[in-house]
């Protein structure tokens, strides 16, 4: 395999040779996918599909079952839809052990972009943990790594950046969940440069970053990911038995899942939403969302006040 990105040849070189291009290809030189919604990394300029995959939950099933073999095919579907990012978490139980699992049987699909996250205290036990996730995904190093939930994020900072200084990872990110931590999260998305990343939910139902995080990330030039864009499934409860609105085709929505989507990937400040799922219809369903037309700001009101009115 040849590349002919020079920084990316020398972030190959970095973890030991061209042979490892394989696991590790580059988005920038991937062939544009067409009417796919791409979204720019600001830091970089990078370009990735804003709809990507989650393993909360979803890939945390045991070795040598059936429930294994099928999440081969769920991830099979993320990458024949055009999606790039997969995002898990020491955290996820044995997700991480079946991403890897995932990976070695397709073959090392490409283009695969891996988010995974450091989530214990101490920097030691912080480098130990890295190391781990790397052995189990079966790769030499990450796109992207995170501080999960904030936790000790200033004993695992100054690790993150000397190995993103060694072409070890591309990417620092920090994230955090459930409207928690929200103030300090737009400090740190206010006042630390090293990270390129943020991760927060998201979603019709929870709106309140739109009024702080998401202007500080698009003010910090920091990339946004979108976890739990549809409240770990409960946004589907509350619309459950009501109709899409009948302008819905308009932008392309075919299914709520679609409608969920769009919303959040259509924020400007957004770089990519990743809902998770154990079914590969409901995967191709997801990525559907990918495709143009995005809603556009009077299209994003009126998706809200249709949402809000049907919980009313």
Known sequence: MTTHDPERRRFLEGLGGLALAAWLP???????PGN????????SGERLP??????????NVP????????????LRALF?????????SPMYGLSESTIGYCLEQIGGRKPLFSATK?????RVAGIGQMNLSAKLWGLPGFDLMQ??????WEAHLPTLIEWKGEKRIRYIGITTSHGRRHDAMEEVIRTQPAFDFVQFSYSLADREVEGRLLPAAADRGKAVIINRPFRTGELFELVKGKPLPSWAGEIG??????????????HPAVTCAIPATSRVDHMRENMQALREPLPDAAMRRRMVQYFDSVLT
């Open 26 to 32: 580059s988005i920038k030189s991937a062939r544009d």
């Open 36 to 43: 796919l919604v791409l979204k720019p990394v600001p830091v």
């Open 50 to 59: 804003a709809i990507g995959m989650g393993s909360w939950i979803t890939f």
């Open 63 to 74: 070795p040598m079952t059936d429930a294994r073999k099928r999440r081969v095919e769920v």
């Open 80 to 88: 024949d839809s055009g999606g790039h990012l997969v995002d898990s």
């Open 118 to 122: 450091v989530w214990v205290f101490t």
């Open 147 to 152: 501080v999960h939930n904030m936790l000790d």
């Open 253 to 266: 929505c075919s299914s709520w899942s679609q409608f969920f989507l769009k919303f959040v990937i259509s």
